[in-house]
């Protein structure tokens, strides 16, 4: 049987998210919105494109859960972005309502799945997730990791004039201006960086990487990044549903790993069918490890204000 992946949330992160899972056909999906029509709209103009792509997966749309019983995967993109005059912490209160809500309707229907979150700020909203759905931190991960590393990819390719091919980047901490690229680990055909480019230019390439997603929001004005993030995504899914024992950088719930205790953090995971099968620890020197731990106090402060 194929299997099946929901994503809530049929917005520009979660309509695109589908898209890449159809044109590799991962899995059946099932698009959830509050949105009378879109759900169903999107599903129905992605399902059209697969006779041409050639991929046999279903895609439906519907504004209530009873079609995602059963998933093995849920993703959950739904939520509001930041509107002007909202406080960090308004935003924090608003998705998690919207998360949480989600979750409890997909546990109710798939005791199983494992949950996927991408709803920002997305740290807190994985702690969400975990205390609502009750699911052991093998099925709750965040994604941002994947995202951060491939847009550190994209400027260190761009910055010596390599393929993107050569190139493998390293990002832990939370998402957001907090994160702790690393250049240490970051590699150009097994070279690091460090041994490739100056001081002040990773330093100018990590500030970028860090400052990601608001550069995308600037340019676009409305909206915030879905092409990378839709793909980010469909890399952890393709992980999970192919059992690859892979490790990829993504929020987990830490339990004494780099000294954090209950916080989602990003840091390396390696992803199989259960989910969560390690968190991988390397050495970091005094001023990363100090650089995750205000990372970590981060998310704690945001985490504070869900109560
Ligand atoms: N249930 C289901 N869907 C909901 C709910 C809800 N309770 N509330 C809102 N939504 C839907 C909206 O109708 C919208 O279609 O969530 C979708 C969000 O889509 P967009 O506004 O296009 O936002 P998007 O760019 O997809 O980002 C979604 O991912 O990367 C993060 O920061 C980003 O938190 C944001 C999320």
């Known amino acids: 049987m194929r299997k099946k992946v929901t994503i809530v949330g049929a917005g520009n992160v979660g309509a695109t998210t589908a898209h890449w899972l159809a044109a590799k056909e991962l899995a059946d999906i099932v698009l959830v919105d509050i949105v009378e029509g879109v759900p169903q709209g999107k599903a129905l103009d992605l399902l059209e494109s697969l006779p041409i792509e050639k991929s046999d997966v279903g895609v439906v749309g519907s504004n209530d859960y009873d079609l995602t019983a059963g998933s093995d995967i849920v993703v959950i993109t739904a939520g509001f972005p930041r509107k002007p005059g909202m406080s960090r912490d308004d935003l924090v209160r608003a998705n998690a309502e ?37 699911f052991p931190r093998e099925r709750v991960l965040g994604m941002a990791g994947v995202l951060d590393s491939a847009r550190f990819c994209t400027f260190i390719a761009m910055e010596l004039g390599v393929s993107i091919d050569n190139v493998h980047a390293f990002v832990l901490g939370g998402h957001g201006d907090q994160m702790v690229p690393l250049p240490r680990y970051s590699t150009v055909a097994g070279i690091p960086i460090t041994e490739l480019l100056d001081k002040a230019t990773i330093d100018r390439l990590v500030e970028r990487t860090a400052k990601g997603g608001g550069e995308i929001v600037n340019l676009l004005k409305a909206g915030s990044a879905y092409y990378a993030p839709g793909r980010a995504i469909t890399e952890m899914v393709d992980a999970i549903l192919k059992d690859k024992h892979k490790i990829l950088p993504c929020a987990a719930y830490l339990q004494g790993e780099y000294g954090i205790h209950n916080l989602f953090i990003g840091v390396p995971c390696r992803l199989g069918a259960k989910g969560l099968e390690q968190v991988v620890e390397i050495k970091l020197t005094a001023e990363e490890g100090a650089a995750l731990q205000k990372s970590a106090q981060a998310v704690e402060a945001l985490v504070k204000t869900l109560g």
């Open 98 to 134: 919207i998360v949480s809500a989600a979750t409890a309707q997909i546990v109710k229907r798939s005791p199983n799945a494992l949950l996927i979150i991408v709803t920002n700020p997305l740290d807190a909203m994985c702690e969400v997730a975990r205390r609502v759905s009750g």
